[in-house]
T-cell receptor
């Protein structure tokens, strides 16, 4: 068990560019979550998958955001036409849905949009 | 809607006890959670309590739950400088599928 892995750790991009982040959950965890955290705030829920199905999306997830989890393993989060307001830490978490949402978080991808 | 409130800062001296408080809104939350975040890192699950319990003790950590007042607290005994971090309280959303976090309490421990 190597924990939840996220890549890259840091991403700097220019406004208008597209970016993609990857998350590798703990193996055998069937739920995978994306959260966003800005300075001085707690993590805010964006979306979650159970296996390969995307079951819930927050209203925070605009049309420019898309997440996938092909084959129910790793997941990608893409942001198209980035805006400065997208600058944040993007956190991935996974859990095994057997009662109680004991989420295990990765170290996050810090996005800076210039 | 769901909301979790925490005080923003707590400063203690090494060896003292720390008590971090939280209020939440969703009484249907089956579990309530405490997470710890160190600088530049993701969140680490510290402990959690089942909603039917009043108290849970885990080594230096004690969680107290007052379900009537929707109040949760985390007590850290013999606080160490390594306990300096941001502590987040979290409840489950009404669908029971995601966690709602507070803004976090920054704990500063001085030697």
């Amino acid at each position: 068990d190597t924990g939840v892995s996220q890549n890259p750790r840091h991403k700097i991009t220019k406004r208008g560019q597209n970016v993609t982040f990857r998350c590798d959950p703990i193996s055998e965890h069937n739920r995978l979550y994306w959260y966003r955290q800005t300075l001085g705030q707690g993590p805010e829920f964006l979306t979650y998958f159970q296996n390969e199905a995307q079951l819930e999306k927050s209203r925070l997830l605009s049309d420019r955001f898309s997440a996938e989890r092909p084959k129910g393993s790793f997941s990608t989060l893409e942001i198209q036409r980035t805006e400065q307001g997208d600058s944040a830490m993007y956190l991935c978490a996974s859990s095994f849905a057997a009662g109680g949402e004991k989420l295990f978080f990765g170290s996050g991808t810090q996005l800076s949009v210039l | 809607g769901e909301d979790v409130e925490q005080s923003l800062f707590l400063s203690v001296r090494e060896g003292d006890s720390s008590v971090i408080n939280c209020t939440y809104t969703d009484s249907s939350s089956t579990y309530l959670y405490w997470y710890k975040q160190e600088p530049g890192a993701g969140l680490q699950l510290l402990t959690y309590i089942f909603s039917n319990m009043d108290m849970k003790q885990d080594q230096r950590l004690t969680v107290l739950l007052n379900k009537k007042d929707k109040h949760l607290s985390l007590r850290i005994a013999d606080t160490q400088t390594g306990d300096s971090a941001i502590y987040f309280c979290a409840e489950e959303d009404q669908a029971g599928t995601a966690l709602i976090f507070g803004k976090g309490t920054t704990l500063s421990v001085s030697s």
